[in-house]
């Protein structure tokens, strides 16, 4: 079975620093883009942040860009997103999903690790 | 950015009706490079459709999607109780952007 399964979040104050893991199971995980999206409380989908399967591309949206960095670890099936500089309108949930492909939607979606930013 | 406008903002329909919800994008959306999402209250997304009109593994047939360019369209041909959630489309022809989500209520 495909599972992807989100740890990390926490309360943080603002200026502060995360790190996200994202563990995946149930398919070759170095051959898939992976994407971060988040999901303030009762708003909408913002995408957040890709890389590619061998991990030398990214893209981050312009929101988190210089703050949050997305790397992986192909030998541990693991994502992660370093999050610094952190500030009250991060907060959210926070989910990793596998691409179809870079440049494609996202099929298989992990539950969310909760991040709040406050003092 | 594209932005992506949806409508209605909620939709109240009762079982065995159909729905129509729609994407309406700021500029044309490349390749027909548009998904929609499902989201349940609680719960994580999940993919329905993607390239504009393939359903994803395991997305029952009365979920269908069309359009290219601006307009994109979702269509649920016979509501059923558990299609109550709210529905996200996505462009991923230049970067990644969402929709603001249209929710489905069932009367």
């Known amino acids: 079975e495909v599972q992807l399964l989100e740890s990390g979040g926490g309360l943080v104050q603002p200026g502060g620093s995360l790190r996200l893991s994202c563990a995946a199971s149930g398919f070759t995980f170095s051959s898939y883009a992976m994407t971060w999206v988040r999901q303030a409380p009762g708003k909408g989908l913002e995408w957040v942040s890709v890389?590619?399967?061998?991990?030398?591309?990214?893209d981050y949206a312009d929101s988190v860009k210089g703050r949050f960095t997305i790397s992986r670890d192909n030998s541990q099936n693991t994502l992660f997103l370093q999050m610094n500089s952190l500030r009250a309108e991060d907060t959210a949930i926070y989910y990793c999903a596998k691409n179809t492909a870079y440049v494609g939607s996202q099929d298989v979606w992990g539950q969310g690790t909760t991040v709040t930013v406050s003092s | 950015e594209i932005v992506l406008t949806q409508s209605p903002g909620t939709l109240s329909l009762s079982p065995g009706e159909r729905a129509t919800l729609s994407c309406r994008a700021s500029?044309?959306?490349?390749?027909?490079?548009l998904a929609w999402y499902q989201q349940k209250p609680g719960q994580a997304p999940r993919l329905l459709i993607y390239?504009?009109?393939s359903r994803a593994t395991g997305i029952p047939d009365r979920f269908s999607g069309s359009g290219s360019g601006t307009d994109f369209t979702l269509t649920i041909s016979r509501l059923e109780p558990e299609d109550l959630a709210v529905y996200y489309c996505?462009?991923?022809?230049?970067?990644?952007?969402f929709g603001q989500g249209t929710k489905v209520e069932i009367k």
């Open positions: 500029q044309s959306v490349s390749s027909s490079y």
């Open positions: 390239g504009a009109s």
């Open positions: 996505q462009q991923y022809g230049s970067s990644w952007t």
């Open positions: 890389t590619s399967g061998n991990g030398r591309r990214t």
